[in-house]
């Protein structure tokens, strides 16, 4: 158990180690802030001068490592854009962006798991076709299309909801929070769809499919011979096995519907960390971008590793064969 | 029944007194990026200009025309080629309450002067500012500096009590990690007060009714809300949720004309585009020309010129907002003449017959540089104009980047032929000859000339203007400047920019060159 925990987390180090490297070189190629922070007037000695002050005349494996110790510090320098330490600034766009992801993610289960479990127990109703029918538009229109008819039904023509921002937002602390006011969770509802509506579909189809293939299986079968309610064969016996892999799926994108959140966010002005890495690009601001690369790539090694984990104590089967394998 | 005719007739008049003591309006805007600093020396940016405008003042600012007009100084004159007095206008206080005097000038040029300060290119040829009592100051030059009036619109005066108290006596350095008090509080003696500010979410400056100016409009509240992506910008300005848009996307303006509850203004912007070429390297460096170098010679310039056709572009491309010209910076500018403004006409046939002349019969190959995201359809104006040098047999091959790759590498003269845009922030011819034209040496000369044209008598012409006081003479040498550089075809001016401002019905505002909006001169029915 403890090696195991142990390798995961080394393996979690090295590809940390890569994500960093890769986010580190690819700077190289974006471009000179330099010549965006200075004026276009300025001499070749006010550039370098500024180059030498930036730390970017050093050689490439020395910036790496300092790049390395400041960031496992936290320290990712001075956003070059707001003249504002880096850290801060993405603390303080995290709670956007999580409670977005969180919404966006509720929304996704709890539609679209009924949803699926109808689609499965009718399928052949018109009504589940026409779920199906519609779900393909969830999966296959791009989110920035989705949000952008979504504005200009329920903003522009209808005039109910707020085309863009977060609202008022309500300070707990460090946490700033959209849910303890009317505009703030207006403002949660078209970016929230956006973001959660391909997540949904994914859901929904997948527990439509776990739920068709479990109800073929012999212990259905047998549930049905003992002349249980369809109530409990279906929730108690088939739903329930549907569930493992809707668990591993939502697991794994809850990273995604984070990382991805930089379409919704563009689109809806959400200050979250994703408009903020965009604005970053934009302006070369080197130090933002690394920094958001990184917590990126630490929130997947981190779902990874609990995902892991989970199926370690959920899967009696994986605890059996480890024991074994030592054994021999 | 009785009683909710009686708390509908109190919501009446409750609404009627708020209506009537409500004169006073809130202006939202927006534009695509976000104010950078409200530290008014650290970033010389259009918008963040805009914005220190309302909040900072400098001594002297531009009215509605862009023509100089008294501010923090009421009067000046000159005791000496090298020395201008001011005086100040009295009774002027800063934000927190302190009184504006003679040193809070000496402090702020001396702040503007400093290493990390971003306004260098505006105090050029400034050596520093000395009181002579509370309301009377000097500024010193080098040399006599005749757009010294013009450069002073941009250095914006700080309370000097408030920036020691703060430790905010230096503008923001890039090396030190920690951010500055001056980054996100403000303290100028404008017509507006800075309220509070997020980044990247929300600016709202609320009106400083102590103001010593008059305010023409009926603003009392300014809320600055970026909006990155062009559609959802042009939602909230159609919803209501914005009044003003600063950027609206070129390819909505014909929409948004027909909508009523839209107004567009339009004007030229103060920003000229062009074409550059390699006129230095003895072989040009992206050509299929081996050993010698096509662009040296004012016969192949020449023939470009002639089969570009700016009046196309202006209907083809940018859907009728440019203005086609012949000269590189904007009418508003000093030393503009209207005689040399005459785009020129596109000639085909001369065009190839110059080529041949210069021995290219077959045309030849060349890479174009050219920003995607920095001028209004630059990537597609390069395309538009590759075609039309493919009809004189110059095969053009497109390198389109975006901007903080492209001015890197342009500006290492790393390119052979290249498009760039120029605006003139002093207003003052010089600005664009100097940087332009003049052949690469000190002190901003020739510091955008990325080809490297080259011509003593147009440096001649230019240095002379640097010193000269007398404004007709300037102006005689900037139209000699500009004429043997048009006959050189030292660049291929293509047209003014031209920026139309979105708002709702209700809004009135004062479109200026310079693309900055100012809510003292904003109506809002």
Not at chain 1, 119 to 136: C, H, I, Q
Not at chain 1, 181 to 204: E, V
Not at chain 2, 29 to 58: F, K
Not at chain 2, 112 to 128: R, V
Request: aromatic letters at 8%.
């Amino acid at each position: 158990m403890f090696a195991f925990v142990l390798t995961r987390i080394a393996q979690g180090v090295v590809v940390m180690l890569v994500v960093g490297f890769i986010a580190f070189s690819l700077f190289n190629f974006v471009g000179d802030p330099v010549a965006l922070m200075l004026p276009p007037e300025a001499t070749q000695a006010d550039r370098q001068a500024m180059r030498e002050a930036l730390g970017l005349d050093r050689p490439f494996t020395v910036q790496f490592a300092n790049f390395v110790t400041n960031a496992v510090q936290g320290n990712f320098g001075i956003s070059l854009r707001l003249g504002r330490p880096v850290s801060a600034l993405l603390v303080e766009r995290l709670p956007a962006t999580l409670e977005l992801a969180f919404v966006a993610a509720s929304l996704a289960l709890l539609v679209g798991i009924p949803l699926g479990v109808y689609t499965g127990l009718k399928r052949n109703a018109w009504s589940s076709r026409l779920l199906l029918t519609a779900s393909l538009i969830g999966v296959s229109l791009p989110t920035f299309l989705i949000g952008i008819f979504l504005i200009l039904i329920f903003a522009v023509w209808l005039g109910w909801l707020p085309s863009f921002g977060r609202g008022d937002t309500v300070a707990l602390g460090a946490w700033t929070t959209g849910f303890l006011s009317p505009t703030g969770l207006k403002a949660l509802i078209l970016p929230s769809i956006t973001l959660g509506l391909f997540q949904l579909t994914l859901i929904m189809r997948l527990v439509r499919s776990e739920m068709l293939e479990v109800l073929r299986t012999d212990y259905i079968k047998f549930a049905r011979a003992r002349g249980l309610t369809n109530r409990a064969v279906h929730f108690g016996h088939a739903l329930r096995n549907t569930l493992v892999p809707v668990i591993t799926i939502t697991g794994l994108q809850l990273g995604s519907i984070i990382a991805f959140a930089i379409v919704t966010e563009t689109v809806f002005q959400w200050p979250g960390m994703g408009l903020l890495f965009i604005q970053a690009i934009q302006f070369a601001d080197i130090p933002v971008m690394a920094a958001y690369l990184c917590l990126i790539g630490l929130i997947f090694v981190l779902i990874n590793l609990v995902v892991d984990l989970l199926y370690y104590f959920v899967d009696p089967r994986l605890r059996i064969e480890r024991a074994g394998a030592e054994g021999h | 029944m009785p009683a909710t005719t009686l708390i509908r007739a109190a919501t009446l008049s409750v609404l009627l007194a708020f209506g009537l003591a409500a004169e006073a309006k809130t202006l939202r805007w927006s534009s695509q990026g976000d104010i950078l600093t409200m530290d008014p020396h650290a970033q010389n940016e259009g918008l963040n200009n805009t914005v220190s405008d309302h909040i900072y003042e400098p001594l002297v600012t531009r009215d509605k025309n862009l023509k100089i007009e008294p501010a923090l100084a009421v009067s000046w004159k000159s005791i000496n080629p090298t020395t201008m007095q001011f005086k100040l206008r009295p009774n002027v206080k800063f934000h927190d309450g302190t009184p504006f005097t003679a040193d809070d000038v000496v402090f702020s040029i001396e702040r503007a002067l400093a290493p990390t300060s971003n306004f260098s290119p505006y105090m050029q040829g400034i050596t520093g500012a000395r009181k002579v009592d509370d309301l009377t100051v000097e500024i010193v030059t080098k040399g006599p500096n005749p757009v010294l009036l013009p450069q002073l619109t941009e250095v914006r005066m700080m309370s000097r009590a408030w920036a020691n108290k703060h430790g905010v006596q230096r503008p923001q350095d890039y090396k030190n990690k920690e951010e500055t008090y001056a980054v996100r509080n403000a303290n100028g003696t404008g017509p507006f007060i800075l309220k509070s500010r997020e980044a990247d979410v929300k600016t709202v400056l609320v009106l400083n009714s102590n103001w010593w100016g008059k305010m023409e409009g009926n603003v009392n509240e300014v809320v600055y809300q970026p909006i990155k992506q062009d559609g959802t910008r042009v939602a909230a300005l159609l919803s209501g949720e914005v009044d003003f848009v600063l950027d609206p996307p070129p390819q909505d303006i014909p929409r948004l004309k027909k909508d009523p509850k839209v107004r567009i203004l339009e004007g030229n912007e103060n920003r000229t585009i062009f074409f550059g070429f390699d006129q230095w390297r003895d072989e040009l460096q992206y050509s299929n020309v081996k050993g010698k170098n096509p662009f040296k010679d004012v016969r192949v310039r020449q023939a470009f010129q002639l089969a570009i056709d700016v009046n196309a572009l202006r209907t083809q491309v940018m859907r009728g907002l440019s203005i086609p010209t012949g000269v590189m910076f904007a009418p508003q500018s000093d030393g503009y003449d209207k005689s040399l403004d005459v785009a020129a006409k596109p000639d085909r046939a001369r065009a190839k017959k110059l080529l041949a002349d210069a021995g290219y019969p077959n045309g030849f190959e060349v890479t174009l540089d050219c920003p995607n995201n920095r001028y209004i359809n630059d990537e597609k104006l390069c395309q538009a104009v590759a075609a039309m040098l493919a009809q004189i047999d110059v095969k053009v091959k497109l390198n389109a980047m975006p901007r903080a790759t492209y001015f890197a590498k342009i500006q290492k003269h790393d390119t052979s032929f290249y498009m760039l845009g120029w605006g003139v922030p002093t207003f003052d011819s010089l600005y664009a000859l100097q940087s332009l034209m003049r052949t690469i040496g000190q002190g901003g000369d020739g510091n955008f000339n990325l080809g490297k044209y080259s011509n003593p008598k147009v440096d001649a012409a230019i240095d002379a203007m640097k010193t000269e006081m007398d404004l007709a003479k300037r102006r005689a040498l900037a139209k000699e400047a500009l004429t043997i550089h048009k006959n050189d075809v030292g660049h291929i001016p293509l047209h003014h920019q031209v920026i139309p401002w979105a708002m709702r019905s209700s809004v009135s505002a004062v479109h200026r060159a310079d693309n900055r909006m100012h809510a003292k001169w904003v109506k809002i029915d």
